[in-house]
């Protein structure tokens, strides 16, 4: 499976961003779907992520601002950003992971001005 991740930019306090991962070479319906995320000097964080089903989870500090949601039919994953803040600044990576394998994307990078 490969997964391409896109949407990052240059944004305002306040403002909104929405990336996007388009998975091919694989059933994309069958994995799990996340966002990770990894600021300068920090470790990469998981930020939220969406079942086979649907049900999403999020880290408590995106909750509220952030959405993921997932289009099976298009093999792509989405995380809509509102309300960002410079904290928010990091490389996005997604990822996809069933019971017997994980993938990682390539990361996008995300820069929320003060």
């Known amino acids: 499976v490969q997964l391409q991740a896109s949407g990052g930019g240059l944004v305002q306090t306040g403002g909104s961003l929405r990336l996007s991962c388009a998975g091919s070479?694989?059933?994309?319906?069958?994995?799990?779907m996340a966002w990770f995320r990894q600021a300068p000097g920090k470790q990469r964080e998981l930020v939220a992520q969406i079942g086979t089903g649907g049900s999403a989870n999020y880290a408590d500090s995106v909750k509220g601002r952030f959405t993921i949601s997932r289009d099976n039919t298009k093999g792509t994953v989405y995380l809509q950003m509102n309300s960002l803040k410079p904290e928010d600044t990091a490389v996005y990576y997604c990822?996809?992971?069933?019971?017997?394998?994980?993938?990682w994307g390539q990361g996008t990078l995300v820069t929320v001005s003060s």
């Open positions: 070479g694989g059933d994309f319906s069958i994995y799990r």
């Open positions: 990822a996809a992971a069933n019971w017997k394998s994980g993938y």
